[in-house]
Each structure stands twice: as C-alpha cells, then as structure tokens.
C-alpha cells in the first residue's frame, strides 16, 4: 500500500508515522500495492469556557 500521510496545524513526527504503519500495515493482506491510503492528522482549539 502506498501511504500519504500529512498534518494540518501539526508536524508529523516519526512516530505518528510509526503508528499509522502499524495500524494501517494490518489491513496488506486485503489490499493491492497499488493502493493509496490517505491519513490527515490534525489539531482543533477547543474553547474553554
């Protein structure tokens, strides 16, 4: 699987990859090589009242 993996508001480290090639490394054995999987990590402010 091909893996595009990018933050909005966040620096994807190497461990955030780590993780989603952990988790995402499962799903292989039903999927091609030529598929692309998509992950968009981002951070939203809450507001705190």
């Known amino acids: 699987m091909n893996y595009i993996i990018s933050g909005k508001n966040i620096e994807v ?3 955030l990859k ?3 090639y952990d ?3 499962k799903l292989d054995k039903y999927f091609t ?3 692309e999987v998509q ?3 981002s951070v ?3 507001d705190r009242r």
Request: proline residues 0%.
């Open 33 to 35: 090589n030529e598929t």
């Open 18 to 20: 780590e993780a989603v």
């Open 39 to 41: 992950v968009t990590f």
């Open 13 to 15: 480290t190497e461990g």
């Open 44 to 46: 939203e402010k809450k």
């Open 23 to 25: 988790k995402l490394g």
